[in-house]
């Protein structure tokens, strides 16, 4: 199976190590699609999956929302909420397994899934929904993985990773990774990769000159005791590195969101935060339309980490996590002054959230996996999570 940019709670119940990325998107969905859009209607859909884990969601309407991952038996799953419940659709996996890390969705018609192969050499993953299927596509011919996708539109979409050997670790030569799809093909872009084995975790687009991609250096998502966040930002003719907050410079950025030009968020943890010694705080960083600003957030003891941010015009923001020392699950909200803790509901035996999406003022999705490796799905009705 593959590692997904942080070693996990989960991970020591699955026995392997889960690379965030996490998407809004983590990472999954900044958008802004119409509101009116129609559900898809799969052709095919069968009951979810008992173990496994879901690392990204995304939401087109309140009814209308997508999660990706993998079971634990090593294969790719996608799931599709039609306003009621959560089902299963069928979804590309390749020979030797694969998993998708991210999903993104504009429309009714028009959603991407992207993660990577399990077998070696490894290989970047993307699937594309087209109102009736998932199918597969083309990538660049890049090994690595990618963790992070966001789409402004149809024909302008963006996804983030990692290029080389990105699950080994402790050493193992990797750099940033950006594809962009134009409307017919993914192509990769140039993208600045400063420090050692650096990697992007998650990408949030508003437009065609504004896009922001987070992630760090150093091996973090595997572990790391000096890693270094990293925030990149295209401006419509080339993806320049941007200075990170005084107080979250070290650390890992795992989750952006944007509604704007002027208004970003970017989600993490400081200091040393994944492994086995990691003693994490959340780390939560603002974009103002000039400069990013470290913004002060719950951090429960034993550590903490957020692993994704959704924001949405008119709906707010949300960040979800976990507790390392408790196993509990964290989700935080912004409440136009200040980020406050939500209650979230916890399995009896632990769990993480690795995702989140908002699909309307009053709905909210969360998705992770238990500490005994069963798949987490939590829902904001407007009022709790469940």
Not at 72 to 78: F, H, P, W
Not at 132 to 144: D, L, M
């Amino acid at each position: 199976m593959l590692a997904r940019p942080h070693v996990t709670r989960t991970a020591q119940i699955l026995g392997v190590p889960l690379l965030l990325a996490g998407v809004v998107a983590a990472g999954t969905a900044q958008l802004a699609p119409s509101h009116h859009a129609a559900a898809p209607r799969p052709a095919a859909v069968r009951a979810l999956p008992k173990t496994g884990t879901l690392f990204g969601v995304a939401a087109v309407t309140a009814g209308n929302a997508w999660s990706v991952g993998q079971t634990l038996a090593g294969k790719s799953v996608i799931l599709h909420w039609n306003g009621a419940s959560w089902k299963q659709v069928p979804s590309p996996t390749p020979p030797g397994g694969g998993a998708f890390y991210a999903v993104t969705a504009t429309s009714a018609s028009n959603a991407w899934a992207v993660g990577g192969t399990s077998g070696k050499p490894f290989k970047t993953l993307i699937a594309h929904w087209n109102g009736h299927a998932w199918k597969q596509a083309a990538s660049p011919g890049t090994g690595g993985a990618l963790f992070g996708v966001a789409a402004v539109t149809a024909g302008n979409a963006w996804a983030v990773g990692c290029a080389g050997d990105c699950y080994q670790g402790f050493g193992t030569p990797m750099k940033t990774l950006i594809l962009h799809w134009n409307g017919h093909s993914w192509t990769r872009v140039t993208s600045p990769s400063p420090g050692p084995a650096t990697s992007l975790s998650s990408v949030a687009a508003t437009s065609a000159s504004n896009a922001w991609a987070v992630g760090c250096t150093a091996d973090c998502f595997i572990s790391s005791a000096t890693p270094q966040t990293v925030i990149l930002h295209w401006n419509g003719h080339a993806w320049k590195r941007v200075a990170s907050p005084a107080g979250g410079t070290t650390g890992a950025l795992t989750g952006v969101a944007a509604t704007s030009a002027g208004n970003a968020w970017a989600v993490g943890c400081t200091g040393h935060c994944f492994g086995p010694d990691a003693t994490p705080g959340t780390l939560i960083a603002h974009w103002n339309g000039s400069t990013w600003q470290t913004i002060t957030a719950p951090s429960p003891a034993g550590g903490s980490v957020l692993a994704a941010v959704a924001a949405r015009a008119g709906a707010g923001a949300w960040a979800v996590g976990y507790t390392r020392g408790s196993g509990r699950t964290l989700i935080l909200r912004w409440t136009g002054t200040s980020w406050s803790r939500v209650a979230s509901p916890t399995p009896a035996h632990g769990g993480e959230l690795l995702g989140t999406a908002i699909g309307s003022p009053r709905r909210a999705f969360a998705v992770g996996a238990s500490d005994f490796g069963d798949l987490l799905l939590e829902h904001w009705n407007g009022a709790t999570w469940k």
